[in-house]
């Protein structure tokens, strides 16, 4: 039987959702004996093109261009789609910015001189169609547990719809 593919993206974020996956320790290795992890910037040194998976994991509120790009070629190649904590799901602390508020907030942490990339702050479902969701900031090492555990359930699940 062929594992899972499973791809981990992060956009705008501070990579603490990120950084529960790493304090699941020995139960990750447990994890990727019955997993394929095809896509994830911490633990592979270069990415390659967009895989195609069936979970895609995505943490960080989506703030570019480029972020509402990658998003939806993640969700063209996924099965399922995650949304990883609460910049993922809500834009969280990003999102809390008025739009017409953002070049002041941008001058008054960088300078006057930084030129940002940013449109908007979007949570993910605002873009793409997200299945599954795991809320917190970071979201709690047994919810990220029970979440992996779940996969192929989940997997089985999408394949009857």
Do not use: H
Request: hydrophobic share 40%; aromatic share 6%; proline share 7%.
């Amino acid at each position: 039987m062929n594992k899972p593919r499973i791809a981990i993206f992060d956009l705008t974020d501070c990579e603490g959702c990120e950084l529960q996956f790493l304090s699941l320790k020995e139960k990750l290795q447990e994890f990727a004996e019955d997993l394929e992890i095809a896509n994830w910037r911490l633990v592979q040194p270069d990415n390659g093109p967009l895989p195609k998976v069936e979970v895609a994991i995505v943490q960080g509120t989506v703030i570019t261009a480029k972020d509402q790009e990658l998003v939806k070629k993640v969700r063209q190649n996924a099965k399922i789609l995650v949304a990883l904590g609460e910049c993922a799901r809500t834009g969280w602390i990003p999102s809390w910015i008025k739009k017409e508020d953002r070049p002041k907030a941008i001058e008054y942490v960088y300078n006057q001189d930084y030129q940002a990339k940013a449109i908007d702050a979007l949570p993910l479902k605002d873009i793409v169609k997200v299945d599954f969701d795991l809320p917190g900031c970071p979201p709690e090492l047994t919810a990220l547990e029970n979440f992996l555990e779940k996969i192929p359930e989940l997997l089985s699940q999408k394949q009857v719809e």
